[in-house]
């Protein structure tokens, strides 16, 4: 079983930036491919980008391309979502997600590929 630990949000104004990082206990993070996904009050979980296990590939969705990098330090063992001009409607709680699907460059949009969830860490931008 993996457990990730998600850190650093918090409040920030809009056009700010935060720092999230994710880490697992207990493994290897470079085994999984990574994602962060994000849920907004009264909202659906969404995905927000992925980076695949060996942090040659990433994908975003198109509201956060350009402002946000997903990144990844496996001597760490850690994955990064650097997020940058932060809009109020990027506030959400912001999960860390793991799978070991594909091979070493796949990446994914899809939730149910991911097998591994941390609890989440809100994010909250004030105009």
């Known amino acids: 079983q993996v457990q990730l630990v998600e850190s650093g949000g918090g409040l920030v104004q809009a056009g700010g930036s935060l720092r999230l990082s994710c880490a697992p206990s207990g493994r290897t993070f470079s085994n999984y491919a990574a994602g962060w996904f994000r849920q907004a009050p009264g909202k659906e979980r969404e995905f927000v980008a992925s980076i695949s296990r060996d942090g040659q590939a990433t994908t975003y969705s198109d509201s956060v391309k350009g402002r946000f990098t997903i990144s990844r330090d496996n001597a760490k063992n850690t994955v990064y979502l650097q997020m940058n001009s932060l809009q109020p409607e990027d506030t959400a709680v912001y999960y860390c997600?793991?799978?070991?699907?594909?091979?070493?460059?796949?990446?994914?949009?899809?939730?149910?590929?991911?097998?591994?969830w941390g609890q989440g860490t809100q994010v909250t931008v004030s105009s």
């Open positions: 997600a793991a799978g070991a699907f594909g091979v070493t460059w796949t990446i994914s949009r899809n939730p149910s590929l991911y097998h591994y």
